[in-house]
């Protein structure tokens, strides 16, 4: 995709050099760019659903960053002619996290506890999604079940784990990032962590965030066994042991969606073994 460096350049007013392309992009392609020597990243989502949501997340991730949550600053959010969405963010210094590590889950936990009361009302209801995946009206689920007899196995097994748990409400007063992903988790020079790649900020619960980081260990294995247990123990001090059960298995869910889309057959069923780990941790404790 060309860059439409006027265009953004008109609605902003600032003047815009590319440096280079950033690695990743998941969400959407990211620059590096340049405003009279300030480093920016630029973001740009042709995608119109992801679009629409990028927009809608604008007002929510300023309104936790104002508040003291440390996301990366949204500086300019907007609509290009062919309805492309674009942002311009600050860049954030550090590297991302390349191994958890007891220290390295205790500034995850800090950092997400300033996501506590900041959920914004009439934004997108994380909590709801997440019930939702769990209870089959969610498509998610279905692409799960429907991959391969691996698929349909793991979430009979996860549906035992979240029935033996009773009714949870989930709670929604939370901000929530939506992707904990390593690569989304910046440690700063300080020691900090910071947020990057939040377009899918919403309102829930935060324990979905560490639940994700927590899948994430058994994804990619490497965290130790102290860091996968510490942070299990942070999250289920915020709300309790079942929302963390709960959470853990709907973004597994959610997760091994993706898999089954966009990857083999045995590379799903590789990660469906992964997450049956996830479910033996869970079942060990108290599910």
Known sequence: ????????????????????????????????????DQPLVLKLQPDAARARRLLAAAPVARHGVARGW??????????????????????????????LDETTVRAVVDANSRQAGLAVAGAEDDSAQLGSVLSGQHPWRALVQE???????????????????????????????????????????????RFIDFETVARGTRVRDLADLYRQCFIYPGASAAAVETLRAEACAVAGPAVFATCAVAVSYNNLAWWAVNRSVTQFEGVCERVHLLLDDLSSGWA
């Open 1 to 36: 995709m060309s860059l439409p460096l006027t265009e953004i350049q008109e609605q902003t007013g600032l003047e815009l050099r590319v440096v280079r392309r950033l690695p990743g992009g998941e969400q959407g392609g990211a620059h590096l760019v340049a405003a009279h």
């Open 70 to 99: 440390p996301g990366a600053e949204w500086l300019h959010v907007g609509t290009l002619a062919d309805g492309t969405a674009f942002l311009l963010q600050e860049l954030v210094p550090g590297r991302p996290i390349s191994q």
């Open 147 to 193: 991959r391969t007899p691996a698929g349909a196995a793991l979430v009979r097994r996860g549906d035992g784990v979240v029935r033996r748990l009773g009714p949870v409400a989930l709670p929604v007063t939370d901000l929530t990032h939506g992707d904990y992903s390593s690569s989304n988790l910046i440690l700063t020079p300080d020691g900090a962590v």
